[in-house]
């Protein structure tokens, strides 16, 4: 298996531009999740869906930020606008079974930076 | 709030010794505890797991957990170079099946040869 894939990797745009992060999880994963780490405040849960459900969204910092699946092989976080406090590594992640109960496999992850 | 506490760090151990990492919670009725490893600019990965009170071994690997502490710890036997990474530790919610996993921000270990 590939493991999860994320692109782009690395982003660079321009404060209030439109930004959107992809993810495929791994084949046959029902749960996928989506995080945030800085140095600041760590690794943060932003959304997690179950079977292409949003299932807890308490962690998105406000409206600017969406994310969709629309299907079990693909998932979008979309932050638009923009704002440079929006600068860090975004990690995708995906599990089979219980959230947080098993192991969460991890994709490589963006890196945004907001000018 | 729930929180995840850990020492930042940086934690430095000679070649062969023991790495003693500590992580405390806040949430008394998780019941899932997890640490994960992660190298300088890649993606965590998990390399322990822990249900029950006491000790989990795994190769140079030993987890320990206390409950009524809110405790749980990561022993890495012989350390090596290669163990220089940051060590995640995360906590499932007690929310049911809702609970997700809530990380403490790191612990830095460096591994001097």
């Known amino acids: 298996d590939a493991g999860v894939i994320q692109s782009p990797r690395h982003e660079v745009t321009e404060m209030g531009q439109e930004v959107t992060l992809r993810c495929k999880p791994i084949?046959?994963?029902?749960?996928l999740f989506w995080y945030r780490q800085t140095m600041m405040r760590g690794l943060e849960l932003l959304i997690y869906f179950n079977n292409n459900v949003p299932i807890d969204d308490s962690g998105m910092p406000e409206d600017r930020f969406s994310a969709k699946m629309p299907n079990a092989s693909f998932s979008t976080l979309k932050i638009q606008p923009s704002e440079p406090r929006d600068s860090a590594v975004y990690f995708c992640a995906s599990s089979l079974g219980v959230a947080g109960t098993n192991e969460q496999f991890f994709g490589p992850g963006t890196r945004l930076t907001v000018l | 709030q729930k929180e995840v506490e850990q020492n930042s760090g940086p934690l430095s151990v000679p070649e062969g010794a023991i790495a003693s990492l500590n992580c405390t919670y806040s949430?008394?009725?998780?019941?899932?505890f997890f640490w994960y490893r992660q190298y300088s600019g890649k993606s965590p990965e998990l390399i322990m797991s822990?249900?029950?009170?006491g000790d989990k071994e795994d190769g140079r690997f030993t987890a320990q957990l206390n409950k009524a502490s809110q405790y749980v710890s990561l022993l890495i036997r012989d350390s090596q170079p290669s163990d220089s990474a940051t060590y995640l530790c995360?906590?499932?919610?007690?929310?049911?099946?809702?609970?997700?996993?809530?990380f403490g921000k790191g612990t830095k270990l460096s591994v001097k040869p």
């Open positions: 822990i249900y029950s009170n």
């Open positions: 084949s046959g994963h029902d749960y």
């Open positions: 949430d008394r009725g998780s019941q899932s």
């Open positions: 995360a906590v499932k919610e007690n929310r049911g099946s809702q609970g997700n996993l809530i």
